[in-house]
């Protein structure tokens, strides 16, 4: 197998991927769940405590100013890196979670009313789906979910006759964390629009596997965790279009987020730092800006075709195991770099318990997608997932582990 | 490893003891772990301050369905005194290998659906075991 990238010297830059786990290397099949993290990113955060930490946009003092400086320049580079039209249009929030709440809280609030319709997928994570039910009953409002089959496809037919002048946002993630569908959103953007509707992008999974351009796309906002791409834990983004931001209500209020304040009221400070109430979370909106000059240098398009040949091994390797039953595509062309399963009667807990032992790391349970599982009469599964960093040989290392599985569950 | 799937904690699971509801039960209770979703019921017939039968019903992983499946074989006969006083340890003696803090809740699942069910019976708080 080829790869796009080189693999070996990626791995290099990940100093987790040297530690042994019950005695034996390594194997890091849960990147979905959140990925490691490359030296770079780890020594920048190091670096700027160590070096240039101070509050950021408050003082005149020489680490002040640098401080404010690495955590704008982070937001530029984050900007570009999603292809924003200004970097204005980009807002540092806790995570994707955090930003979701920020749209339905502000937005949503302001927007929707008694009777308007939210349209979700039934593959939706649960923050792309709780938000939108809280939001929705307290304005009452009505929360739907366009179908999708068994393989996490998008009934795109039923799409058209769910979309109607009540709808007023769609929700949907580019990636399913389940599935690993890639959905088709520049379709759905625009068809959304056609009726009126904005269109949230919960990129989670999509940004950081798959190219990610919102001008392209079209939507309106997008939501993605810097976690889940190399960046540290505690950083994630909001982007959205200028104008919608500049009309929408701040989400959190305090420092930073006015302009003037009295007695009486408060003026809102001007886009990004209106949705930034308080000290941001600057070391690591700096180590996400280093995580994306990371991915953007291997560039997204190779790291894209790296999964597709790696998802597309796992499947023919996974698809030889007896008892075992994927879900999810089987065109690696339209998924992402996860692989869902089941395996025999093995509960996925006691599957990830074996495999722990051998030094693999999977995720078991429902992956915050209950509906989904629901649906597909699954309380749970098990989900291998890559990244940069995946080798063909711990797809080989998976398997042997499914077979000692098998074989401790033999009857 | 293997030491954690003991043949006999697969046998439990693969074969479960007392695995059912009864009809009309004198304690029943049921209870999830939210973290994975484990879910046990035991039904617990008394006779006389005697527990004279008892089902489990439920789905989960190995160790938490092999814990119920031990348990109710183990409490058969035994007074609800008795019953009382079982601890976290006699469970993991029981089941007989080394857990981790996350599986730990697997396997005391079923003693708390037990301990909140029968303290219920005389009013005790049913949330009373241990993490
Ligand atoms: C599709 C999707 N959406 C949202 C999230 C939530 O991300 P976070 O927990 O970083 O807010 C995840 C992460 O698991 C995800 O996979």
Known sequence: ?411 | MEDLYRDQIIDHYQNPRNHGTLEHPDISYEEDNPVCGDHIRIDLKVDNGIVTDARFAGHGCSISQASASMLTEDIIGKSLEVVRQIGKEHVLEMLGIPLGPVRMKCALLALKVLKAGAYGLQGWPGDEEEE
């Open chain 1, 1 to 411: 197998m080829t790869s796009t990238l080189d693999v070996a010297k990626i791995r290099a830059d990940f100093p987790i991927l040297n530690r042994r786990v019950h005695d034996k290397p390594l194997v890091f099949l849960d990147s979905a769940a959140s990925s490691q993290k490359p030296a770079v990113v780890i020594d920048a955060m190091d670096h700027y405590y160590r070096t240039s930490h101070a509050n950021v946009h408050r003082g005149v003092h020489t680490l002040s100013e640098e401080a404010t400086a690495l955590y704008e320049g982070a937001r530029r580079r984050i900007g570009k890196f999603i292809n924003a039209r200004s970097s204005r249009e980009v807002i540092f929030t806790r995570n994707a979670t955090e930003s979701i709440n920020l749209v339905a809280f502000t937005w949503g609030r302001a927007n929707l009313r008694s009777g308007d319709e939210i349209l979700l997928t039934e593959s939706e994570h649960h923050s792309n789906i709780v938000p939108w039910q809280m939001l929705a009953k307290e304005v009452g409002a009505i929360v739907r979910y366009i179908p999708v089959d068994a393989q996490g496809y998008l009934d795109t037919s039923a799409l058209d006759s769910m979309l109607t002048v009540k709808t007023k946002i769609v929700g949907i993630a580019s990636m399913s964390n389940v599935l690993g569908t890639i959905m088709p959103i520049e379709e759905v953007t625009q068809r959304a629009h056609g009726v009126g509707a904005l269109v949230l992008i919960d990129g989670a999974q999509g940004v950081p596997h798959l190219p990610t351009d919102v001008q392209a796309i079209g939507c309106d906002f997008l939501a993605f965790s810097g976690h889940k791409m190399c960046g540290p834990t505690g950083i994630g983004v909001l982007w959205g279009r200028r104008e919608l931001l500049e009309a929408m209500p701040p989400f959190l209020g305090g420092g930073d987020m006015i302009r003037t304040v009295t007695y009486e009221g408060a003026e809102w400070n001007e886009l990004p730092w209106k949705f930034e109430a308080g000290t941001p979370a600057i070391a690591e909106s700096i180590g996400l800006g280093v995580a994306v000059d990371y991915l953007s240098a291997l560039g997204m398009p190779a790291v894209r075709a790296h999964e597709r040949e790696i998802i597309a091994y796992a499947l023919d390797r996974l698809a030889e195991v007896p008892g075992l039953t994927l879900i999810g595509p089987d065109d690696p062309d339209r998924r992402g770099g996860v692989a869902t399963f089941t395996l025999d009667d093995i509960h996925p807990h006691d599957l990830a318990a074996i495999l722990d032992g051998e030094g693999i790391a999977i995720r078991a349970g429902h992956h915050c997608a209950m509906p989904l599982h629901r649906k597909l009469g699954l309380m749970a599964s098990s989900r291998a997932s890559f990244y940069i960093y995946s080798l063909p040989e711990e797809v080989d290392r998976l398997i042997e582990g499914l077979y000692k599985a098998k074989s401790i569950f033999k009857r």
